[in-house]
């Protein structure tokens, strides 16, 4: 990514949801026009509550480099949580990054507002005043809500301008949802039915799927629109289009939107301390069939139909290829392997680009080799470059993350940054190229979260596994882990001359410490000793293992053209130097001290194995005698 290049950060929760994601797309596409990079770090769920598993999704808001941002996209609205919305904004204010806000007045914000109140009370008026109603219903949103609230205020004051009383009643909550839409409906049709209450004149919904329900549930009980009633809606809904009759709504205009909204951008990083203002889009009223108005061009509701048909297939299909990839991919505790196996399922990723970082709370507990990665480290686990994939298992580290995706940036695509979690416990995120013209999000998210389950699965089946063959105590392979691991070394290298480096090693005096200073410190020593065999053994061939109690063995299995000499030749000689410079570094009350019997040749088979563990051990015994005699003849001089 240049360091010239504006870069845009967009932060949206539920992109899934069609409102949201035709603003972030309008955006994108201005944004490609004017040569802006954006990054838009998405959570799948609204996080009205920080559930476990919103814990989880808000994290993604960590990854935002306020510090390669021109400008911050909040759109709060979508969040839901005016704690975490407020939290964001102080870290771009605290960052010196200009933030625009959406659909949600914020205060230092340039706020981006529809104006949905004027559009809606000329809907209201448009039944009242120019079609005469005077028996109105009224479908509101959700109680005490915002949104609802004010569009029950606007009905309210048209109706007390043209003398009009209103009736409580005629009030419903239908939840800007079908099902409570359609439930409170047929209450209402009930209440005609039995003459509780006379049938209106006209039905008014707070938004377009509550007013198409309602068309539907009249239309049923054979009431005709409008003939026998005017119904009116408000948002835009796509799919009204394909409806019939035609409704009667407001909608927003995208276009307007995306380069509306690149023009404070432009301003904001031409002047990042520009005075915050609010500016409102206007809604585009259109009265058509569903009130008795001009009839307009209606769409193909067969080809609709078939576009319904031909998704709801390939969703059923995405959801069968998630479950067989959830079966396939958890056969196993291995998640190296599982990631070489999610090669098959990279179409589900819907884009050519994607790169998958794991947090090291997640891959410490699998088999990903990171032994020698820094603390804080991610792991590059797997990715997609121009549709190839790979397993790159790399380091990267936190504060340079960035810089490894600017590849991607430099694609001229948005950037999609999608938190990789299992209810609250953290492990990684994902990062995709956004194809907005054509990205299913919500089929990418039932993606997701089977590849969450995958990721939980795989390490809860690796701990088990890691307890089935490691040593509780320190850690090292326990004689079971050993022979295993082992084996799948021979394995690998099957078709190759193989030399075996072996060493047997026992702690001296273990009893003597116990009895002396207690189990706990002897139990201290036993894992100093571990600890100094396994810095000793970095080889991607190595392997070290307690045998119980004080043994130890350790192997090194290698092609025999390969030989590592100087580890084989002075393995000994360094693991005394080692325990040396160990006692002079923990001063403990005792000295840590160690014998070992070395041993390396040529072989063919696993089994030869155990004839060279006997030669070893006649060694250490060996080496061990000589440490007794030698601790004996110092105590005996002290005596003297």
């Not at 009930?190 to 707070?206: D, N, Y």
């Not at 951008?265 to 069939?289: G, Q, V």
């Not at 079971?480 to 099957?494: D, N, P, S, T, V």
């Amino acid at each position: 990514m240049r360091k010239d290049k504006k870069v845009i950060g967009i932060c949206v929760a539920s992109m899934q949801s069609d409102s949201w994601e035709k603003h972030v797309r309008a955006i994108c596409k201005e944004a490609g026009k004017r040569d802006y990079t954006v990054m838009i770090f998405n959570t799948f769920q609204r996080l009205y509550e920080v559930t476990k598993f919103g814990k989880g999704e808000v994290r993604v808001f960590d990854m935002i480099p306020f510090h390669k941002l021109g400008v911050l996209i909040v759109f709060s609205e979508s969040i839901a949580n005016d704690e975490i919305s407020e939290q964001l904004v102080q870290k771009a204010k605290d960052a010196g990054v200009p933030v625009i806000t959406i659909d949600r007045r914020m205060k230092g914000c340039h706020n981006v507002l529809f104006a949905y109140e004027e559009s809606f009370e000329k809907v209201v008026r448009h039944v009242i005043e120019d079609h005469g109603c005077k028996k109105i219903n009224f479908m509101a949103g959700f109680e005490h809500n915002e949104f609802s609230d004010a569009r029950i205020g606007i009905f309210k004051k048209v109706l007390e301008q043209n003398d009009l009383a209103f009736e409580p009643e005629r009030l419903a909550y239908g939840q800007f949802w079908e099902m409570p839409a359609r439930h409170a409906c047929e209450e209402w049709v009930a209440k005609w039915q039995r003459g509780e209450q006379s049938m209106p004149e006209a039905v008014i919904c707070a938004n377009d799927i509550m007013a198409l329900t309602v068309m539907n549930v009249l239309t049923n009980h054979g009431i005709c629109i409008p003939k026998d009633v005017i119904v009116t809606g408000f948002d835009g809904l796509e799919l009204e289009q394909y409806c019939t009759p035609r409704l009667t709504t407001a909608t927003d205009d995208v276009r307007q939107i995306g380069k509306s909204m690149l023009d404070i951008i432009d301003r904001c990083i031409e002047n990042p301390t520009e005075e915050p203002k609010d500016l409102y889009i206007p809604f585009h009223t259109r009265f058509t069939e569903s009130c008795g108005c001009k009839p307009i061009k209606s769409c193909n509701p067969n080809e609709r139909i078939m576009q319904l048909y031909g998704y709801a297939a390939e969703m059923r299909q995405q959801s069968t290829d998630t479950f067989f990839m959830m079966t396939t991919l958890t056969d196993g505790y291995s998640a190296v392997e599982m990631g070489n196996k999610l090669k098959d399922y990279r179409k589900a990723i819907d884009a050519k680009h994607m790169m998958l970082f794991l947090d090291p709370s997640y891959y410490k507990e699998t088999d990903i080799p990171t032994n020698h990665f820094e603390k804080d480290s991610y792991v590059l686990f797997t990715q997609l470059k121009d549709n190839v994939y790979d397993v790159p298992l790399e380091e990267v580290k936190k504060d340079e993350f960035i810089d490894k995706i600017c590849w991607m940036a430099e694609k001229k695509e948005p950037l999609l940054f999608i938190p990789i979690h299992c209810q609250e416990e953290n492990y990684g995120f994902m990062v995709t190229t956004y194809d907005y013209e054509g990205k299913d999000t919500r089929a990418f998210y039932e993606f997701v979260l089977g590849l969450d389950q995958v990721l939980g699965t795989i390490r809860r089946q690796s701990q088990l596994h890691r307890s089935y063959v490691t040593d509780a105590l320190t850690g090292l392979y326990n004689r079971r882990g050993f022979y295993l691991r082992f084996e799948k070394k021979m394995k690998q290298l099957a078709d190759k001359d193989k030399y075996l480096f072996m060493a047997s090693v026992d702690m001296d005096g273990l009893k003597f410490i116990n009895d002396t200073y207690g189990h706990a410190e002897g139990d201290f020593a036993i894992k100093r000793l571990a600890e100094i065999l396994q810095e000793m053994v970095t080889d991607e061939h190595g392997i070290c293992a307690r045998f119980g109690g004080d043994e130890y063995m350790v192997v090194q299995l290698m092609e025999a053209e390969k030989i590592d000499h100087d580890f084989c030749d002075h393995f000994e000689q360094r693991l005394q130097d080692k325990i040396r410079q160990d006692n002079q570094k923990k001063k403990a009350v005792y000295e840590l001290s160690a014998s070992c019997g070395v041993i390396g040749r040529k072989i063919q088979n696993a089994e030869e194995i155990d004839t060279m563990m006997k030669e070893t051990d006649e060694k250490m015994y060996q080496c061990k005698c000589r440490h007794h005699n030698s601790r004996a003849a110092r105590s005996r001089q002290k005596s003297m």
